[in-house]
């Protein structure tokens, strides 16, 4: 299958999912893919963190769709200052309605990174006390992430849409086995949703 293709640039999207025994690794390995994206080794796109607790309850935190709340208030504001300018008081309560409203419809609507479908499929893969972090990225230097993984010794590599010969690389920098991937494989486009 084709990878979503990033329209600046041209280039297909990378998805690699990392699980940690502790939310305080995960949080240092979403640290340095920042910096690395600071540095220019790759286009961070979109990263979600899910946190799952001993109970099995997972808490999700992504870092560009936008909230149902934010973004009520964003259309709210804006919506009730051009109805006050339009329509005066009364313009000002009726925008200030729908465009709360017209906030929190765009907020379930819009998926700006990883799809809802590849969360899901993460938030279940993950195991009860560890966190997995997914990154979607561009302009991806391989050999960087190789290097940076070896920091990071006892994670477990979950999914990457990479070549076979990569996520072997990062798997042994992980001092971890070559993850059996089965489905969702290597290649598989990462809009669509994850095969069950």
Excluded: C
């Amino acid at each position: 299958m084709s990878h979503e293709h990033d329209e600046s640039t041209d280039e297909p999207q990378v998805l690699v999912g990392v699980s940690f025994d502790d939310v305080f690794r995960a949080q240092e390995f979403l640290t340095e893919a920042t910096r690395m994206a600071a540095q220019g080794r790759l286009k961070l796109r979109d990263a979600v963190t899910i946190i799952k607790n001993e109970q099995g309850r997972s808490v999700v935190h992504e870092t560009i769709d936008p909230s149902p709340g934010r973004t009520a208030f964003t259309g709210a504001l804006w919506a009730s200052l051009l109805g006050l300018i339009i329509g005066g008081p009364v313009g000002w309560v009726a925008g200030a309605a729908l465009g709360a409203g017209a906030g929190a419809l765009t907020a379930k609507v819009v998926d700006l990174g990883i799809s809802d479908e590849w969360e899901h499929w993460f938030r279940e893969t993950v195991q009860p006390g560890n966190a997995m972090v997914a990154l979607l990225v561009t302009d991806l230097d391989r050999d960087a992430l190789v290097a940076e993984a070896a920091r990071f010794t006892g994670a477990r590599l979950v999914y990457a849409n990479l070549d076979d010969a990569t996520i072997a690389r990062i798997a042994e920098a992980l001092g971890t086995d070559v993850p059996q991937l089965g489905e969702p494989e290597p290649g598989d486009d990462v809009s669509a949703e994850p095969r069950e």
